[in-house]
């Protein structure tokens, strides 16, 4: 999917949604089994940072995608420093949104 998409779909969960930013908070989401999705960058350093949370997501079979940038990340769910990773507990009007995403 288009990372532009993506962050989109991020924006509006955090404003109409519930969303939990950086990995621990991600982890105990996909542990949980609340995450809806869940979205990391690709330039994390070190990427064992976020390793764990494919073979998680998988196990709990919850979507994961990816982006380029943590900034970027960040900036989507409206902080000002980077987020390695962020969950999706409640998708508020980004519903259909990840809805269509499972399905591609």
């Known amino acids: 999917m288009d990372e532009s998409k993506i962050l989109h779909i991020v924006e509006i969960a955090k404003n109409t949604g519930k969303i939990r930013i950086g ?5 105990k989401a996909v542990e949980r089994g609340i995450a809806k999705l869940v979205v990391v960058a690709d330039d994390v350093t070190p990427r064992e940072v976020i390793m764990h949370l494919e073979p998680l997501c998988n196990e709990k079979k919850i979507p994961l995608a990816h982006v380029n940038g ?8 409206g902080v000002t420093v980077p987020a390695a990773s962020i969950a999706i507990i ?4 980004a519903k259909k949104d990840i809805a269509d995403m499972k399905k591609e």
């Open 90 to 93: 409640e998708e508020g009007d």
């Open 70 to 77: 943590k900034m970027d990340l960040g900036r989507a769910c």
């Open 23 to 27: 990995t621990n908070e991600t982890t």
